[in-house]
């Protein structure tokens, strides 16, 4: 087979990144830093976070086949899970046969809060906070003058009374901004601390937590698919089946915390992994989809499944997506940066609905497993791998040390080791 026949998890590493390169949009230094060659120096991490001693690396693998909004996306996802790439690529492609992803995101508005304490009279502070928000809004918008520039800035102020928490009543400001292309956290931080004598003199009571909400419900992505039937059947499967099950798989998510949390984590390892692969935090990102998914008061499914029409797989996934493509590491990081390129993702719209679409296409993948031969079967030879690797196989020897240990069904490091053993002692 010559390299133009070959799929491209079938490429060698430097094939894929010949790949990459003859596919135009890198240069040599974006596939430098792709492969991690320099990748991030100690001395560029040594600007990023305190007491450094080093860096730590991770996998990147590139998912195939993604059409988002008719657009062919090439998704690179930094991830230590074997199989979620593997997955990412092949529901795309099944996803792709019916269109592709539909994907939208909203402006992005992060939300900041500020704590008001010791208020005499709620009622009259929020009446007074009221009047005074445009006063409140041209004060936070002096905080960014750039933003402002750029079409973004303050765009509202609500205010919330909690009437029963452990310390008794107060209030709540919220300042809704649109920070563009940047994650936005320092720039709402910025805000709302310059407001902090303003919101003291006008409600007379004490500006204590001044910080953003990961809920951040105002910068939702959706992602939506819709797969004809017989494209998802294989095996003994047929289409109509298999669309049936992952439904009703889907519907226990819905209904039951204890299944969602797991649901929502196959979505994560989508979503996490192209977060972590910009240079995005994880964590706010990971913080905002569990919250949201908990907003009716009880937790449950990000995403949907269901029947359309036309009989039709039809899915759909929203949720928080606070990622940036400015600011942060998401320039600093070599690696983040091409990564962005290689996506062509310009904008922090671009990449909410690349990173909705994966989470998508991840959520499939796990319930089209899970709902027909289980999840184990793909997962086995890449853990076996990994077991191979941890029990000091070489590298010569870790294709048939896996193949006999799938076959065994026997995927432990003891068992590598001994295999080795027996063909030394053959
Ligand atoms: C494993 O990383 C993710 C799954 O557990 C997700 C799911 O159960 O839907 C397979």
């Given amino acids: 087979m010559n390299k133009e026949q070959k799929k491209f998890y079938q490429l060698t590493v430097p094939e894929r990144l010949a790949q990459l390169k003859d596919d135009g949009s890198l240069s040599d230094a974006d596939l430098k830093a792709l492969s991690g060659s320099p990748g991030l120096t100690t001395e560029q991490a040594d600007h990023m976070i305190e007491n450094v001693v080093g860096t730590y690396a991770l996998p990147m693998g590139i998912a195939q086949h993604f ?32 269109g592709g992803f539909s994907a939208s995101a909203t402006a992005p508005e992060m939300v900041g809060q500020i704590q008001i304490l010791d208020v005499d009279d709620l009622d009259q502070a929020i009446h007074a906070l009221e009047e005074a928000t445009p006063e409140l809004l041209e004060k936070a918008a002096q905080a960014d003058p750039l933003l402002v520039k750029l079409g973004g800035g303050p765009r509202d102020i609500t205010l919330r009374k909690i009437e029963d928490s452990p310390i ?13 292309d940047a994650m936005g956290a320092n720039a709402i931080n910025t805000a709302l601390e310059r407001l902090t004598l303003l919101v003291e003199s006008i409600t007379g009571g004490r500006a204590l937590l001044r910080i953003l909400t990961n809920l951040a419900d ?9 797969i004809p039937a017989e494209a998802l059947a294989f095996g003994e499967y047929s289409g109509e089946m298999v669309r049936d099950r992952i439904i009703e798989a889907w519907a226990f998510a819905a209904v039951d915390p204890y299944r969602a949390a797991t649901h929502n984590k196959g979505i994560m390892n989508g979503v996490d992994a ?6 995005n935090d994880w964590r706010a990102v990971e913080a905002g989809a569990h919250a949201y998914a908990a907003r009716s008061g009880k937790y449950t499914s990000l995403s949907t499944w269901s029947k359309g029409d036309n009989g039709d797989l039809v899915g759909e996934l929203e949720m928080p997506m606070a990622v940036g493509t400015v600011g942060g590491a998401t320039r600093v990081h070599p690696a983040a940066a091409a990564v962005l390129k290689l996506m062509g993702a310009k904008t922090a719209v671009d990449l909410a609905e690349i990173i909705i679409s994966v989470g998508l296409a991840q ?16 997962h086995m030879s890449l853990h076996a791998r990994q077991v191979a690797v941890a029990a000091g196989v070489p590298q010569e020897r870790i294709h048939p040390i896996v193949e006999q240990m799938v076959k065994e069904g026997n995927i432990h490091v003891d068992r590598a080791m001994e295999i080795m053993e027996e063909w030394r002692t053959r």
């Fill in 274 to 279: 192209v977060v972590l692969a910009t240079g």
């Fill in 168 to 180: 008794g009543a107060f209030l709540v400001l919220h300042l809704v901004m649109d920070v563009r």
């Fill in 363 to 378: 959520n499939l993948g796990a319930l089209r497993a899970l709902a027909t031969e289980g999840i184990q079967r793909g």
């Fill in 218 to 226: 105002r910068r939702l992505a959706r992602a939506e698919c819709s």
């Fill in 67 to 98: 059409l988002i909004n008719g657009r062919d996306v090439q998704v690179p996802m930094v991830i230590e899970e074997p199989s979620v790439v593997a997955a990412a690529s092949f529901m795309a492609r099944l996803i792709r046969s019916g």
